[in-house]
């Protein structure tokens, strides 16, 4: 077989010929770098599909696992907590739905969190062997689960109509607690991720954590619970406010305190913008590192 | 006018020695914090050990050069390649790089055994910088020259190890930088892959890429570069054209040993990763001061050594072990090749000689190395305790046409005999074709 060569460089191309890189020592605090991320949105692709590719790779139940693991968690929620130990939703919802809606979006949040956290690490051949914007791991560990959502939610808008939920213009409000569940799954995976490459304490730690946050956020029970000034501390997890705003979103019954919403999604954006220069500062050491 | 393509200045590179391998604890690093926001610098003083893995480099490269980088290892070739491609970023200087870059520090990075040839292409080309639809529009290309089209969709776990690095490289293959840094990714793969590899970094090297190149494979710096650069403990220890590189690394790795003297002194030749109750002490060639020798071809060759032994031993297997100057091992001969083998030795220094009747090698330089191990554990390991120069036995008629490779056959040949006239042959040769 003839051996083909190595293809002509691109150098027709004025946009490419004039690439100019720079190394030098990091000097402190660096810009986000969103321009490049957006360059490299080809491989965010690629790592997310892998990663959807991958998940239920050699498995029976393949994807169903999507609907089998929020709606296992359903009913174990509803026959213990709501059956034996008498915990009670919202007024007017029955607690499968009740529970399965906020289900739903915390294990999307609880998922991708996991997921960014460990990116680096799991990716390491990766992060040691080629150049690419690092941020791009975490992100990609946010977008994948997404899929898990999506064909979760089939399994709601069923449950929907079996107790008959008509849906309301507060559906409307969805897109926007998507994106803030995102933006919270975002903002600390970065941060843990950074952390992850030097001190492997945080994989460990993930699943704890993600079971100690579930209790603190009203995912099998209502924020209304939760009164005076411990609502405030309570609404400083942005999670709070998304589960809440997205069961009321789909829902479209109760009211949603809207305080809690914007004090977790100040708190998001904050850990967001302090996690990515942080990241930024550490990532030219990953390599060295991991 | 030519342009510069790659330059490098004052380019350093300094690494924490804990920091390589393994992680540090959250309480040292609460520790450390005191200290880091007195001085921002990583203090030299806190017992942490530090360590210039490439220091002090300048150099440049003008575009559509192919440019060698030949060392020993940890001499920093690998360090010098991770940075230009921006894995790891420098600790002092700067360097420049024009032109869309790509880096091969390893073929097929990112491949995962459960997704399939194809997934695995897209994967892959996405990681090295590729678009989707240059991946797609060179897809049929990249499965060919791999030669994998029948079992593209098969997970690439099902694949052999010499389809998975065909795939592999026929990706790299089809990148379209301007700068190409490729590291030892040559070294995978057999020996027919390897020269297929070579050829088509040598067309893409002579059609004005600019290409660096770091290689063990010292004919291959030859015949693809035109220049070179010896590094040597992190810093540049030549630069020049890659003939002349490469004689200055030949003759440097020989010149350590001649510096050193005695095997005692060549301790950091050694790797600690042994059981250790042996230790070779010292090495000799007979009829000869010290650790270099020039033999005839077909002449005898011995050699004396001497070891340590800290505790009793059994089952213990000495080896020798001959390279040619570019790393092959060209033989390697144990003490239970004969019999009866070294039985059951007490503690104590000893020596032993070895005997090469008649050296079957061909002209050209070698070193040698030693090995020991008992039945568990390798004992100790150097290389190189010496050198030998292989020089002609008699005079050859044409002695431009050294020979090649490394042994020494002995051919007995025929005389050439004439079957047919120069006619019949031309007539011939057209009935054939």
Redesign the interface.
């Known amino acids: ?1 003839a ?9 027709s191309s004025g946009l ?2 004039t ?8 000097s402190g605090w660096q810009g986000v770098g969103l321009r490049e991320i957006w360059q ?1 949105r ?2 965010l ?3 997310a ?2 990663d959807v ?2 998940r239920y ?2 498995t029976v139940l393949g994807f169903a696992w999507c609907v089998l693991q929020p709606f296992l968690y359903m009913v174990v929620f509803s026959a213990l907590l709501a059956g034996v130990g008498g915990v009670t939703g919202e007024q007017g919802i029955p607690y499968p739905i009740f529970s399965y809606s906020g289900l739903l979006i915390w294990l999307y949040f609880a998922d991708a969190l996991t997921r960014s956290s460990t990116s680096l690490v799991t ?1 390491n ?8 914007p690092r941020l791009t791991a975490p992100l990609s560990g946010v977008i994948s689960p997404m899929l898990d959502f999506a064909i979760g939610s089939v399994l709601l808008v069923g449950i929907m109509i079996y107790y008959s939920f008509p849906l309301t213009t507060a559906f409307l409000l969805v897109p926007l607690f998507l994106v803030l569940a995102v933006l919270a799954a975002a903002a600390f995976g970065i941060w843990l991720s950074a952390i992850n ?5 945080v994989g460990y730690a993930m699943p704890f954590v993600v079971q100690i946050w579930m209790f603190v956020s009203p995912v099998v029970y209502s924020a209304s619970k939760v009164q005076g000034k411990a609502k405030f501390f309570y609404s400083l997890n942005p999670m709070a406010g998304v589960v809440e705003g997205f069961r009321y979103a789909v829902l479209g019954r109760g009211t949603l305190d809207w305080s809690m919403v914007v004090i977790g999604t100040v708190v998001s954006l904050a850990v967001l913008t302090g996690g990515m220069l942080y990241f930024r500062r550490v990532e ?6 991991i | 006018m030519t342009e510069i393509a790659v330059r490098a200045e004052d380019l350093g590179k300094n690494y924490l020695l804990g920091q390589m391998n393994s992680y540090r604890t959250i309480r040292e690093a609460l520790a450390g914090v005191p200290a880091k926001l007195r001085h921002r610098e990583p203090a030299e003083g806190t017992g942490r050990q530090s360590m210039w893995a490439l220091r002090h480099l300048d150099f440049q490269v003008a575009q559509g050069e192919a440019v060698g980088i030949i060392g020993h290892n940890g001499a920093g070739k690998s360090t010098l390649l991770k940075l230009l491609s921006r894995v790891t970023g420098p600790t002092e200087g700067r360097a420049e790089v024009v032109g869309r870059v790509s880096a091969l520090l390893e073929v097929g990075t990112g491949f995962h055994p459960e997704l399939t040839g194809r997934e695995n292409v897209y994967l892959n080309g996405s990681v090295l910088g590729m678009r989707r639809s240059e991946i797609t529009a060179k897809f049929d290309d990249i499965v060919a020259f791999a030669d994998v089209a029948p079992h593209i969709d098969t997970p690439i776990k099902r694949y052999s190890s010499g389809m998975q690095v065909r795939l592999a490289f026929a990706v790299a293959a089809h990148l379209e930088p301007e700068v190409l840094i490729v590291d030892e990714v040559l070294a995978v793969g057999d020996a027919a892959f390897q020269r297929k590899c070579l050829g088509s970094l040598e067309r893409s090297a002579k059609r004005g890429r600019t290409v660096l190149f770091v290689s063990h494979n010292l004919p291959a710096i030859r015949s693809l570069c035109s220049r070179a650069i010896v590094l040597d403990r992190g810093r540049k220890a030549f630069e020049g054209t890659a003939d002349a590189a490469v004689e200055y690394y030949l003759n440097s790795r020989a010149n350590d040993v001649a510096q050193a003297g005695s095997v005692a002194e060549l301790t950091r030749h050694r790797d600690y990763f042994m059981g250790g109750h042996l230790h070779f002490t010292d090495f000799s060639f007979v009829g000869s001061e010290g650790t270099d020798k020039v033999v005839r071809v077909g002449d005898p060759l011995d050699m004396r050594f001497s070891f340590r032994l800290d505790m009793p031993l059994g089952d213990i297997l000495v080896r020798l072990n001959i390279y040619s100057l570019d790393d092959v091992m060209v033989a390697q001969a144990g003490t239970t090749n004969q019999y009866p083998p070294i039985p059951h030795l007490d503690a104590g220094t000893y020596e032993l000689s070895a005997s090469i009747d008649s050296l079957a090698l061909q002209p050209g330089r070698y070193a040698v190395g030693l090995s020991a191990r008992d039945g568990h554990d390798i004992q100790d390991v150097i290389h190189p305790v010496g050198y030998f120069d292989v020089v002609e036995s008699v005079e050859v008629a044409h002695i431009f046409t050294s020979p090649g490779g490394y042994l020494r056959l002995p051919v007995e040949w025929g005389r050439p005999e004439q079957t047919s006239s120069a006619t019949d042959t031309r007539a011939e040769v057209g009935h054939v074709e």
């Open positions: 077989m051996v083909p060569d190595l293809a002509e460089p691109a150098s490419l010929s690439r100019h890189t720079v190394i030098e020592p990091p490299y080809e491989l692709r690629a790592l599909g892998r590719k991958l790779k050699q990716n051949v990766l992060v040691s062997k080629v150049y690419f490459v030097r001190y492997r304490d030219r050491t990953f390599a060295d590192a």
